[in-house]
C-alpha cells in the first residue's frame, strides 16, 4: 500500500500541476529530440485515424528504420499505459497538449537517465506496474532518434 502523504501536500502538489498544465506550452521551446516525440504522437494519431502505419513515414523522416520502430513502440507503449485516451494537437498547431507537455517531460528524464524523476512526472496517474514499461520504451526511442 502507498505512503499517503499529509492532505495539504498532496493538494498543493497537485494544484501546482493543474495550474503548470493550464498554461500553454509552445513546441518551439522544446529539445529536438523532445520535438520528434511529440511530433511523432500527432503523425501516429493521424496515420492510425487513415488506417495507415506510420512506420515508412516516420522511418523516412528519421533515415533509419530502428528509430522508426523505436518511436512506434513507444506510441504504442503510451496507448496502453496511459490511463485515458493521449490528446495530441495537429502537427500544425505550435500549443501543447497536456499530455503532450507530459511526454516531454518524460522524454527530458529518460534522456538524462533520472529514473526518479521519470517516474515523478507520472506518479498518481499512471499506474505504478506500468512505469517500467514506459520507462524502457521512451529512453529506447529517445537513444534512436537522431540528433542534428
Not at 33 to 39: E, F, G, I, T
Request: hydrophobic residues 45%.
Amino acid at each position: 500500500m502507498p505512503a499517503h502523504q499529509p492532505l495539504g501536500e498532496s493538494s498543493t502538489r497537485f494544484s501546482a500541476l493543474v495550474e503548470s498544465m493550464a498554461r500553454p506550452h509552445d513546441v518551439r521551446g522544446l529539445s529536438l529530440k523532445s520535438l520528434h516525440m511529440v511530433m511523432a504522437m500527432r503523425l501516429c494519431a493521424l496515420f492510425d485515424a487513415a488506417g495507415r502505419d506510420p512506420v515508412p513515414d516516420l522511418a523516412q523522416r528519421y533515415r533509419s528504420i530502428e528509430a522508426a520502430c523505436a518511436v512506434h513502440g513507444l506510441v504504442q507503449t503510451v496507448k496502453q499505459v496511459w490511463p485515458e485516451p493521449f490528446l495530441v494537437n495537429r502537427p500544425c498547431c505550435l500549443s501543447m497538449t497536456p499530455d503532450e507537455v507530459t511526454l516531454a517531460t518524460l522524454g527530458r528524464a529518460a534522456l538524462s537517465a533520472h529514473r526518479g524523476a521519470f517516474s515523478d512526472t507520472i506518479a498518481g496517474f499512471v499506474r505504478a506496474d506500468r512505469h517500467d514499461a514506459l520507462y524502457n520504451a521512451t529512453v529506447h526511442a529517445v537513444a534512436l532518434i537522431p540528433s542534428p
